[in-house]
């Protein structure tokens, strides 16, 4: 009989906990991404998928504007987004932004694909992974590849496969009335915002990618934000190409001047912190391998031109591979990822100065006098403690010590003298 009550009990609970999640107002989980298509953003994208499969939301919101990115971050994205319990919508705006490339496939993956007035989607082509210029053949092997992929994808989800091959293979563009006006279309609604896209899908009926189909019941629904954590923020602002080209000259800078100044340690310390974090950053951007040898040459001959008499040739050899392997370092055909001459000319002239500066202290202390051993007692002024006589032997006071001098003229006490020469312990003085 306990054991009966105990079940009825659980049974319930069981019924009362079914009871509250069909009654309580259906979750929409929304979130924004701003910017090149890399591995943090397939990490917030995944992150926002899992939270809202995790929470049994019925519907996961992507407001997407994008130039492209990584084609193995797209898959990522693309692979959680195929994988999730939750319908995704990917929503392109607003108005007067762009899904190209990367984005556009993203885009037709999506279980709705969105856009606002004013947008457009598609050029698609692919490109090397370091933004190198590749041969014909692997060109269209990439091409080939990727149009394959994104046909697939279209093809699943019900959209116009031939547009999509052109957007890969001919880099060819649509606005959002080209798209959802094509037979059949590579959209499925044209909305302001996203406000306005969860009514146009309440109560729709999407067809998912494995087939099935769900009914999105959207009415009172608790529309959530989802922000990228303080680590995805951090990470997301370290991996940034004008980010990661500061690092890595300020942090260059900094081990060059603890090499100069062994023991100053904060030069050091925060230039390593800044060049591991820039090599984080490079390891996943496109980065030309040429450009940054350049900028270490560059480096190392203005470092040179304080041990080699040049005439300042490497420091003028020592600026130019600075300046090329800046303009080299990140070699993409996307505009988003290029380094700007309006940031690489103040670098590099600012960095140069700071580099010949320490360079001209550094020769300005090998060209004084030594201070110590003979030549450091030569030309130094004394005052006669005894009697000198002319050839003979007495004391005087100079560095703050006594010493033993002979002189080759009469010095009286108290004469102030200038000691001209030095053999062993005795000193030869002049009187000033």
């Known amino acids: 009989m306990r054991t009966k009550r105990l079940l009825t009990a659980a049974g319930l609970c069981a019924a009362l906990v079914s009871v509250s999640a069909a009654e309580r107002n259906p979750i929409i989980e929304t979130a924004t991404v701003d910017g090149i298509i890399r591995p943090v953003t397939a990490e917030f994208m995944r992150s926002t998928i899992a939270k809202a499969d995790a929470e049994g939301a019925a519907l996961v919101v992507f407001t997407l504007h994008t130039p492209g990115g990584l084609l193995d971050s797209t898959r990522e994205i693309n692979n959680a987004i195929l994988a999730a319990k939750t319908p995704v919508a990917v929503f392109v705006g607003p108005a007067g932004y762009r899904a190209a490339s990367a984005g556009f496939i993203i885009t037709i ?21 370091n933004g190198e210029k590749v041969d014909e053949v692997m060109a269209k092997k990439m091409s080939s590849d990727t149009a394959a992929y994104a046909r697939t994808l279209a093809t699943q989800r019900g959209r116009n496969v ?24 590579l959209i499925d609604i044209i909305a302001s915002d996203v406000g306005d896209l969860i009514k146009k899908l309440n109560g729709r009926t999407i067809k998912r990618f494995n087939g099935t189909s769900a009914t999105v019941p959207l009415a009172n629904a608790d529309v959530r934000t989802v922000e990228m954590t303080v680590a995805q923020q951090v990470v997301s602002a370290i991996a940034h190409p004008q980010i990661a080209y500061l690092l890595l000259t300020l942090g260059t800078l900094g081990l060059t001047i603890e090499l100069w100044s062994p023991g100053a340690v904060a030069p050091g310390v925060v230039g390593g912190i800044c060049l591991l974090l820039a090599f984080f950053a490079l390891s996943v951007l496109p980065v ?24 300042g040739l490497l420091a003028i050899g020592g ?58 007692m030569l030309h130094a002024p004394g005052q006669a403690l005894t009697a000198i006589d002319a050839g003979g032997v007495g004391r005087v006071s100079t560095h703050g010590e006594i010493w033993s001098a002979t002189a080759a003229e009469p010095i009286q006490p108290g004469d102030r003298v200038v000691v001209t020469g030095m053999a062993g312990l005795t000193l030869t003085v002049r009187r000033a």
């Open 319 to 376: 600026i130019l591979s600075l300046l090329f392997g800046s303009l080299m370092l990140i070699d993409s055909p996307l505009p988003e990822m290029q380094i700007g001459l309006r940031l690489i000319l103040p670098m590099v002239v600012t960095l140069s100065a700071i580099v010949l500066f320490l360079v001209g202290l550094g020769l300005r202390v090998q060209k004084q006098p030594s201070v110590t051993g003979e030549s450091g």
């Open 162 to 185: 031939a547009l999509v091959e052109q957007a890969v293979t001919e880099s060819r563009s649509f606005t959002e009335q080209e798209a959802i006006g094509a037979t059949p279309p």
């Open 109 to 129: 993956a999506a279980d709705i694909a969105a856009m606002a007035p004013g947008t457009h989607i598609g050029a698609a082509h692919p490109v090397a992974g």
């Open 288 to 311: 030309s391998y040429a450009g940054l040898l350049l900028i270490m040459l560059g480096f190392t001959l203005l470092v040179l031109e304080v041990k080699v008499t040049s005439h």
